[in-house]
């Protein structure tokens, strides 16, 4: 098996196109990273530039400690699964399956073998005889997995490779992944728009921007703990709400002003939050720490309530999820570009019970658990403060 490096990484399309810039990551040896990102952030071309399809136009990748910029992809061990099935249409699964392994001139004992094992492992032990038209768009996805495993690669590539299936079959084929990944100890990276594959599979995400790398760390981190507002209001879903307040002191404690409504805020400002008193700042909200007030309850503890306007009601099966807004100021993260500010339409979304429903236009009140905000910086989006 082997580690993947990038370092200082730049890939300039014909024409000027910035695809990528200097993009500097480490895959250890084994884990399994996420790369998620906005269409057009460089996922897939960070992929084809480490399995040599596209080369750099600057920089250096590293596999296993070797220095790759000049090798083919034939001489790199690495293997590749695409968005589509990209099955050979004039050969059956289990030619499909071997054909790698034929290449590479294996005896033809362990290549049955090793063809026998893999198909087992993703249940297409069955199909052997079968021709890619045959079959379902799952399990031709299940053989495109398998041609690619059955070599034990020293590194494994994954792009979008199930975003053609139905949901069933997506949440189905990514447990096999997961536990095949495992099994096989290799290095994988998975690039995916859906988050709840990046967040169920990766061992780490990393959340590219533009052609940058804007963070990576682990699931909880990057969700928790995000390095910007950009990932903050991209990761989950639906991600993190940002409304901009100013920090104000008052009564012997710090408030976070919303419009003419305020939140106690979470003990005492520190850190790089300490030089925002009495400033704009903007504060993330997810939905979880969110919940809708039932009419006439009382709150235990002062500060943690807002009135808000109903917009809109998405069933969403345990609970309601809720999108309200407040006359306060909103901010908007571009997949490019600058970000946007909204004056007097802060909007954020809010779980309520199946059991009491509002309806759009209803006036509400809101309970924050403001232990659980996040403070980003307005002009650079970067984080100044986090929960726990």
């Not at 890939?11 to 084994?30: Q, T």
């Not at 100890?185 to 061992?203: E, F, K, R």
Request: contains cysteine.
């Amino acid at each position: 098996m082997a580690d993947v490096q990038l370092e200082e990484v730049s890939r300039v399309r014909p024409g000027g196109v910035l695809a990528i810039s200097n993009l500097s990551l480490y895959v250890r040896d084994g884990e399994l990273l996420a790369v998620v990102g906005p269409s057009g952030s460089g996922k897939s071309t960070t992929l084809r530039l480490i399995a040599g399809l596209e080369p750099p136009t600057s920089g250096t990748i590293s596999i296993g400690g070797r220095v790759v910029n000049a090798l083919p992809p034939h001489q790199r061990n690495v293997a590749m699964v695409f968005e589509g099935e990209t099955l050979y249409p004039h050969l059956n699964v289990g030619d499909n399956l071997s054909f790698g392994l034929r290449m590479s001139r294996m005896p033809k004992e362990e290549i049955d073998l090793r063809v026998q094992a893999e198909s087992r492992v993703l249940g297409v032990a069955r199909l052997l005889g079968r021709m890619p038209r045959t079959l379902s768009s799952g399990q031709r996805q299940r053989v495109a997995i398998g041609r690619a495993t059955v070599r034990v690669p020293s590194v494994f590539l994954l792009d979008e490779p199930l975003t053609h299936l139905d949901a069933p079959q997506r949440d189905e084929l990514r447990v096999e992944i997961g536990g095949l990944q495992r099994g096989l100890g290799v290095t994988t990276i998975y690039v995916t728009h859906d988050q709840a594959q990046a967040m169920a599979l990766g061992d780490r995400i990393a959340v590219l921007r533009d052609g940058r790398l804007e963070q990576v760390d682990t699931v909880r981190a990057v969700y928790g703990r995000p390095a910007n507002a950009f990932v903050a209001s991209f990761l989950g879903e639906p991600g993190m709400s940002l409304l901009v307040g100013r920090l104000e002191r008052s009564d012997g404690r710090a408030w976070i002003a919303l419009g003419d409504q305020r939140l106690a805020f979470p003990g005492e400002p520190s850190g790089a939050l300490r030089r925002y008193a009495g400033q704009r700042l903007v504060v993330g909200l997810r939905p979880e720490h969110v919940t809708g007030v039932a009419p006439g309850a009382t709150s235990p503890v002062p500060g943690r309530r807002l009135r808000v306007r109903v917009e809109r009601v998405e069933h969403m099966g345990p609970h309601l999820l809720v999108g309200c807004s407040l006359n306060a100021e909103g901010m908007s993260v571009a997949d490019t570009g600058a970000d946007l500010f909204q004056p007097g339409a802060a909007s954020f979304h809010v779980r309520f019970p199946r059991s009491a429903p509002p309806r759009p236009g209803d006036l509400v009140r809101v309970e924050v658990d403001v232990r659980e905000l996040c403070f980003f910086d307005p002009a650079t989006g970067s984080a100044l403060w986090h929960p726990g």
